[in-house]
């Protein structure tokens, strides 16, 4: 037998549930990129390095991009501090808006230059799996780069890929279809 009270309680709950975010319109979006820009500029201040900011919004996210020279130190090491900043600029965003931001950051053009490299690297494994019919493991990726990757994976034929392993160890199998 089953307590009414509790059934009717449960069905209140699931009504109240806020249904799933509408998607951010292009001035939020825009918002949330000058959010960003904001932040950097205070922190390219603080550290005393020069750069030009540009904001947009590209492909449904905001972007900031950081351009001048010099600005090997907010990359690091394979882009890792490129990363830590940008999560911290989607922090920073956050906080001002209460609302996730699915910011991209780009310093010195490091992500263009990366993504080309990718791209290059993508086109390669396919053939070889194409050729070898034996799945391959490529190196330990970040999100961005994983992304890269599995787009280009994703629009060739007799090839698929998925991620494995847990951060920072993540890594992508491109194996047959």
Do not use: W
Not at 95 to 107: I, N
Not at 145 to 154: A, F, G, S
């Amino acid at each position: 037998m089953t307590d009414t009270n509790t059934d009717s309680l449960a069905t209140e709950e699931l009504q109240t549930v806020p249904r799933e975010r509408a998607a951010a319109s292009d001035a939020d979006l825009f918002e949330q990129s000058e959010i960003a820009a904001d932040y950097i500029e205070g922190l390219l201040d603080i550290l005393d390095i020069d750069g030009d900011i540009d904001e947009m919004v590209s492909a449904g996210r905001p972007m900031v991009e950081v351009v001048g020279e010099r600005l090997n130190s907010l990359v690091g090491q394979r882009g890792a501090t490129l990363e830590a900043l940008q999560e911290l600029t989607r922090l920073a965003i956050f906080r001002q808006t209460g609302e996730p931001s699915r910011l991209l950051l780009d310093v010195g053009g490091y992500r263009a230059d990366r993504r080309k490299e990718l791209v290059a690297l993508a086109k390669t494994t396919v053939d070889k799996v194409r050729q070898s019919g034996e799945p391959l493991k490529l190196e330990p990726m970040s999100a961005f780069e994983r992304k890269c990757v599995h787009d280009v994976v994703t629009a060739s034929d007799g090839v698929e890929s998925e991620s494995e392993g847990v951060e920072p160890n993540r890594r992508i199998v491109v194996r047959p279809a």
